[in-house]
């Protein structure tokens, strides 16, 4: 299994930014990927995350609703993270992860996951630097 995120810079305050994350080795349509950030001396914190089911409703960190946005292309095994408006506060390496479900339910793709443990895997990470 591979997750391999990109798409990150050095971006001015209000910019906007598209993050990638690209899976290989899972069965797209069963699993779930989030987005984390860590800021130099912070912990890991969740950003978005987004389930398999076709339309599940994603759900983001305070800090980040309303200018990021969380999808995923089926076709492309990609994820995406498209944040606008982007503040210094931003600023950290942004990793994404992969749980993988056991049986692909409805009701198990909904379900938030907002902690690095709730994942099996974990891409190498992007760094993102907005600056003032």
């Known amino acids: 299994v591979q997750l391999q995120a990109y798409g990150g810079g050095l971006v001015q305050v209000g910019d906007s930014l598209r993050l990638s994350c690209t899976v290989s080795?899972?069965?797209?349509?069963?699993?779930?990927v989030g987005w984390f950030r860590q800021a130099p001396g912070k912990e890991r914190g969740f950003v978005a995350d987004?389930?398999?089911?076709?339309?599940?409703?994603?759900h983001y960190a305070t800090s980040v609703k309303g200018r990021f946005t969380i999808s995923r292309d089926n076709a492309e095994n990609t994820v995406y993270l498209q944040m606008n408006s982007l503040k210094p506060e931003d600023t950290a390496v942004y990793y994404c992860?992969?749980?993988?479900?056991?049986?692909?339910?409805?009701?198990?793709?909904?379900?938030?996951?907002?902690?690095?443990?709730?994942?099996?895997?974990w891409g190498q990470g992007t760094q993102v630097t907005v600056s003032s």
């Open positions: 987004i389930g398999w089911w076709n339309g599940t409703k994603p």
């Open positions: 080795g899972l069965t797209f349509s069963t699993y779930a």
């Open positions: 992860a992969a749980f993988q479900s056991e049986g692909g339910h409805y009701f198990d793709s909904i379900q938030p996951r907002l902690r690095p443990s709730d994942y099996d895997y």
